[in-house]
C-alpha cells in the first residue's frame, strides 16, 4: 500500500551536498510507528543504511556518516528529504528511500554520481 518515490539531480559536483526527497503516497508520514529511511548501495556493493525520521520526527543516523548527513521532512507534503554534505567520488551509489512498520516498502531508488 505505502508507495515510495526518490527525485533529485542525478549528478552532484565533488564538494557540492547531495540533496534528494522521497514522496509519499498511501500513508501520512506521521503514523504512529512508522520510521523513514534512507539507504544507499554504490556500485558492486552492499546495502548500506544511513539514517532514518521516526513518525515523532526524532532522528537516527550511520555513525560513520552522521556528521555530513541530514534527515528532515515536510509533513505539509508527505515527504522527508536527505542531505549529504561535502561529498565525494565515494558517495557515487544507488539511493533508496523506504519505510518501515513491521515489513519494509522501497523506492525503486535513483542513481547520483558525484563527478565534476
Known amino acids: 500500500q505505502v508507495q515510495l518515490q526518490e527525485s533529485g539531480p542525478g549528478l552532484v559536483k565533488p564538494s557540492q551536498t547531495l540533496s534528494l526527497t522521497c514522496s509519499v503516497s498511501?500513508?501520512?508520514?506521521?503514523?504512529?510507528?512508522?520510521?523513514w529511511n534512507w539507504v544507499r548501495q554504490p556500485p558492486g556493493k552492499g546495502l548500506e543504511w544511513m539514517g532514518a525520521i521516526r513518525y515523532s520526527g526524532s532522528t537516527h543516523y550511520n555513525p560513520s556518516l552522521e556528521s555530513r548527513t541530514s534527515i528532515s521532512w515536510d509533513t505539509s507534503k508527505n515527504q522527508f528529504s536527505l542531505e549529504l554534505n561535502s561529498v565525494t567520488p565515494e558517495d557515487n551509489a544507488r539511493y533508496f528511500c523506504?519505510?518501515?512498520?513491521?515489513?519494509?516498502?522501497w523506492g525503486k531508488g535513483t542513481l547520483v554520481s558525484v563527478s565534476s
Open positions: 523506504l519505510s518501515h512498520y513491521g515489513m519494509s516498502h
Open positions: 498511501n500513508v501520512s508520514i506521521t503514523t504512529i510507528n512508522y520510521y
